[in-house]
């Protein structure tokens, strides 16, 4: 709870700064612009206080896969989220940081995050612009300060020329500035090009097998409460028994400080979900068969655990199979190999 605090003070005195400085007029970008694909609803994200452009996303990009975050340069952003995995750390149960430390919960995979809400398994960030302030400040990924970070790109000797191009009306390098070109490259990693999406679009030549109907429509009945939407999450927080003893990681309650919230974690988006173990907040399940198996018969029962789950999720070995069929047609090939998306 200290350092979210002290990340969302920081946070709101950078931007305040920012806000001050008179706003210089942008160009639409033709090259590159953010769209909403035809299935989604509207984003969240207020693009009119920080509109992509070409500049400010390459240079969010390129910050993106830079060490110069981290406390002694060794970490980046990119090697807790990688491309190849929807920006996830795959086959990493925590994320690892600064000094072959490991935090305590797994590493979400970046994608659509236009449409967040909040941020982080207990929701403790609730703008996309703070999220980068939490793994900088963190002990055990960065570890440290935005202050000496803006110090150290504006000593750079490429930097002030690149957040010149993306931010001409600032004469610095400012945090805000960092914050936001992080953001605006972010915000660019959409996931809508799956096989699903294709389907639900009536794309022409693009159908899902007998299977792969039958997962869905078993999705639908027994899984989208909570994965609900084209999002394919409800964006709440709930205990879905996984842990009975909450103890070392006491969830939404972190930042809620409400009893009630106790060993409750974000549901998380299920889009490219075959790409992304293990899976859960502590990373427990290696495999999506082992996360049904669970849902089925291994729910640990505790005060919080959602009512949902009270009894459960009936669910056959067939249906497991269906289920799991239609899951890997949330994997979006395009999204993943997107070379806008990589290391230049």
Same mark, same amino acid.
Request: with cysteine; proline share 4%; charged share 25%.
């Given at each position: 709870m200290r350092n979210l605090c002290k990340n969302l003070l920081v946070a709101s005195l950078l931007l305040s700064l920012a806000s001050c400085q008179k706003d210089a007029p942008q160009t639409p970008d033709a090259e590159l612009k953010f769209s909403v694909p035809k299935n989604f609803p509207a984003p969240v994200y207020d693009f009119t206080k920080n509109e992509v452009t070409t500049a400010g996303f390459q240079l969010g990009r390129r910050l993106f896969y830079d060490a110069i975050f981290s406390r002694d340069s060794t970490i980046a952003c990119a090697d807790c989220h990688i491309s190849f995995s929807a920006f996830s750390h795959v086959d990493h149960p925590t994320s690892h940081g600064i000094d072959g430390l490991f935090g305590k919960r797994n590493a979400p995979a970046i994608q659509n995050m236009a449409w967040r809400t909040t941020f982080f398994w207990d929701g403790g960030v609730p703008h996309l612009d703070l999220v980068p302030l939490n793994a900088i400040q963190n002990p055990v990924e960065m570890d440290e300060l935005p202050a000496n970070v803006v110090r150290k790109l504006n000593r750079h000797p490429e930097?002030?020329?690149?957040?010149?191009?993306?931010?001409?009306?600032?004469?610095?390098i400012t945090g805000a500035s960092m914050l936001q070109a992080l953001s605006q490259f972010m915000n660019m990693l959409?996931?809508?090009?799956?096989?699903?999406?294709?389907?639900?679009?009536?794309?022409?030549?693009?159908? @899902?097998? *007998? !299977?792969?109907?039958?997962?869905? &429509?078993?999705?639908?009945?027994?899984? /989208?409460?909570?994965?609900?939407?084209? @999002?394919? *999450? !409800?964006?709440?927080?709930?205990? &879905?028994?996984?842990?009975?003893?909450? /103890?070392l990681d006491k969830g939404r309650n972190e930042v809620s400080a409400l009893a009630e919230d106790i060993g409750k974690f974000a549901v998380p988006s299920l889009r490219n979900v075959e790409k992304t173990p293990p899976y859960m907040h502590n990373g427990k399940f290696p495999t999506l068969q082992s996360v049904l198996d669970h849902y089925a018969s291994g729910i640990k029962n505790s005060p919080t655990l959602d009512p949902l789950l009270q009894n459960g999720i009936a669910l056959s070995d067939t249906e497991k199979k269906q289920i799991i069929a239609f899951l890997k047609t949330l994997t979006d090939e395009n999204f993943i190999r997107d070379v806008r998306f990589q290391k230049h």
């Open positions: 930097y002030p020329q690149l957040f010149k191009l993306a931010f001409p009306e600032r004469d610095s959409v996931s809508a090009d799956s096989r699903y999406d294709r389907f639900v679009r009536n794309e022409p030549g693009n159908s @899902l097998s *007998t !299977d792969e109907i039958a997962g869905l &429509n078993l999705f639908r009945e027994k899984c /989208s409460t909570c994965h609900a939407g084209e @999002l394919f *999450t !409800d964006q709440t927080f709930r205990n &879905n028994g996984i842990l009975n003893d909450f /103890s």
